[in-house]
């Protein structure tokens, strides 16, 4: 089985994750210093300005990673 190892968990890295995972049932291993926890920072400002929920801020489910691995 190919196993495909993605450097950094930003929205490139699970971007492409999510599109191997689509066409593929190779192995994947996403590699990141970040938490598993995946939101958007850039949607922070908008929470402190209470125009956003923290929540609207997860582009995917808590459990993602698990999913496409």
């Known amino acids: ?3 495909i190892v993605i450097i950094g968990n930003g929205i490139y890295g699970v971007t492409l994750a999510r599109h191997v995972r ?3 049932d190779k192995k994947i291993t996403v590699i ?3 938490s ?3 939101f ?3 949607a922070l400002m908008y929470v402190y300005m209470g125009h956003m929920k923290f ?3 997860q582009p995917y489910e808590n459990n993602f990673g698990k999913k496409i691995g």
């Open 1 to 3: 089985m190919q196993h």
């Open 22 to 24: 689509k066409r593929s």
């Open 32 to 34: 990141s210093s970040e």
């Open 36 to 38: 598993d926890y995946f």
């Open 40 to 42: 958007s920072r850039t």
């Open 55 to 57: 929540e609207h801020t």
